[in-house]
């Protein structure tokens, strides 16, 4: 009986191994060999510069990028091309906006002549917020690792155009407070980022997290207004970022 009951555990357990190595059952399981497929994709964008100073204006003003302002959203149409089992090729148009805040600091206020002082002990002299509209054109390539039932990582990265519709050509001069500096319209990204394909029952869900880099010196370095010239000679290089929280519906 002993002998029995030993034998029916170990069946048992063995059947129920058997059936946790299982593969669940499979959603969309021809969609990955559509050699074309559509989508469309929203999210949330965190915009930012980096800041490259001009020595020789460090005694005047100090300028800074107040933080990440996490209020950008984008609405992109996602057109996916399969090269092969692992590559895709992607292009997804679509608008993007967002903003970053400026601030101006006094750079002697607090007495010290560090030229890249803590800006916490800082006067502030000025403020501004710089919005902004995006014409976006991303091309990338997405790698896929196997599918392991409904899931598929993948990594992702490309170049993507950016045409910044808010950006103002000329200076304001009508709007001399607000209007200190001017930024270019155009850019050049390069974009790198990851996530998860989940296929669900009736389409594909992926989460990703990308980050975009600017190519181009955004400043435009010069000012027509007598005396107020030092704001935008304060800054010699501009660089813009961008992370990006992404969902895409295919």
Do not use: C
Request: hydrophobic residues 35%; proline residues 4%.
């Amino acid at each position: 009986m002993k002998r029995i009951l030993s034998i029916i555990i170990v069946l048992s357990i063995g059947a129920n191994l058997t059936y946790a190595q299982r593969d669940k059952p499979r959603n969309l399981s021809s969609f990955d060999y559509k050699r074309l497929h559509w989508g469309f994709t929203v999210g949330l964008n965190s915009m930012d510069y980096s800041i490259i100073r001009n020595p020789d204006a460090a005694g005047y003003l100090y300028p800074d990028v107040r933080g990440f302002q996490p209020a950008g959203f984008q609405v992109n149409i996602v057109s996916d091309l399969r090269l092969s089992d692992f590559w895709n090729l992607r292009f997804l148009p679509g608008i993007n906006l967002g903003s970053r805040q400026f601030v101006y600091f006094d750079p002697y206020s607090d007495n010290l002549s560090d030229p890249y002082p803590e800006t916490d002990y800082l006067e502030e002299v000025h403020t501004m917020t710089i919005g902004s509209s995006f014409l976006d054109f991303p091309l990338l390539l997405k790698y896929r690792s196997e599918r392991v039932n409904n899931y598929r990582p993948y990594v992702i990265g490309g170049l993507s155009y950016r045409h910044d519709m808010s950006a103002r050509k000329d200076y304001n001069s009508e709007d001399q407070e607000d209007d200190r500096i001017l930024v270019k319209k155009g850019n050049l990204y390069i974009e790198l980022g990851f996530g998860v394909d989940s296929y669900l029952k009736y389409f594909k869900f992926s989460t990703e997290i990308k980050l975009a880099v600017g190519l181009r010196n955004m400043m435009v370095n010069d000012f027509p207004f007598s005396g107020q010239e030092y704001y935008a000679n304060s800054i010699s290089d501009l660089r813009s970022f961008l992370v990006m929280l992404n969902f895409h519906f295919e």
